[in-house]
């Protein structure tokens, strides 16, 4: 069936610095979709890309999806503790609304 | 903007018993939620997509008679675990589809179940 891999599983950053969380999928995706999970909490979507090589930005936020529509990436630009939380990605095959979600990745920021 | 409740937020029972978990979408209507089970730093897991009207369709490994899913109206789904068991402790997060042109999944708050 289908996997979605993310990477890193964790990462540290100082308050300031750049952050990058990448998805992989087995298959070719229709779409994929971001998700935000801040502690204690549920999933928030971010943002769906839909186009092959779409770029997409939210303020500090750029979502990317690849030209074979198998891996995307998020990354954020000057880190905010505001921006802890962990990121999933989720990708969708075909015309089926089901989500395949990755593992996400855990952003700690230290002020 | 769509929003997804769920209830109760958190639940603790004893073994053996069975617990209900309501998922509403307010504000608009839905007629496919989705079930998901997240263990503590974890990803979501699908369990089952539960469509208004039919039966729901589970996933693989999902016990179906253990996991009990209604969705009588497009606004209501729930989810009945039966015969809980310490093992069944999760978090238990519903979405709805929002039939935008994104097709959105909006997520309820989540079901905390502690089984003692």
């Known amino acids: 069936g289908q996997q979605v891999m993310q990477i890193p599983q964790y990462q540290h950053v100082q308050e300031g610095e750049d952050f990058t969380t990448y998805c992989n999928s087995s298959?070719?995706?229709?779409?994929i979709q971001w998700y935000k999970q801040r502690p204690g909490g549920h999933p928030v979507f971010l943002i769906q890309?839909?186009?092959?090589?779409e770029v997409k930005k939210q303020k500090r936020l750029t979502f990317q999806f690849g030209e074979a529509k198998k891996n995307s990436s998020l990354h954020i630009t000057a880190t905010q503790t505001t921006d802890v939380g962990t990121y999933f990605c989720?990708?969708?095959?075909?015309?089926?609304?089901?989500?395949?979600f990755g593992k996400g990745t855990l952003l700690t920021v230290n002020p | 903007g769509a929003v997804v409740s769920q209830h109760p937020s958190w639940v603790i029972c004893k073994s053996g018993t069975s617990v209900k978990i309501e998922c509403r979408s307010l504000?608009?209507?839905?007629?496919?939620m989705f079930w998901y089970r997240q263990f503590p730093k974890q990803s979501l897991m699908l369990m089952a997509t539960?469509?208004?009207?039919?039966?729901?369709?589970?996933e693989q490994g999902v016990e179906k008679d253990k996991f009990l899913i209604n969705h009588a109206s497009l606004t209501l789904s729930t989810l009945t675990v039966t015969s809980a068991h310490p093992e069944d402790s999760s978090f238990y997060i519903c979405?709805?589809?929002?039939?935008?042109?994104?097709?959105?999944?909006?997520f309820g708050p989540g079901t905390r179940l502690t089984v003692l």
């Open positions: 979405s709805a589809l929002s039939g935008t042109v994104y097709n959105e999944q909006f």
């Open positions: 298959t070719t995706l229709s779409n």
């Open positions: 890309l839909v186009k092959s090589g």
């Open positions: 989720a990708g969708r095959e075909g015309s089926n609304y089901k989500l395949t």
């Open positions: 504000d608009f209507q839905a007629t496919t």
């Open positions: 539960s469509n208004e009207g039919s039966k729901a369709t589970y």
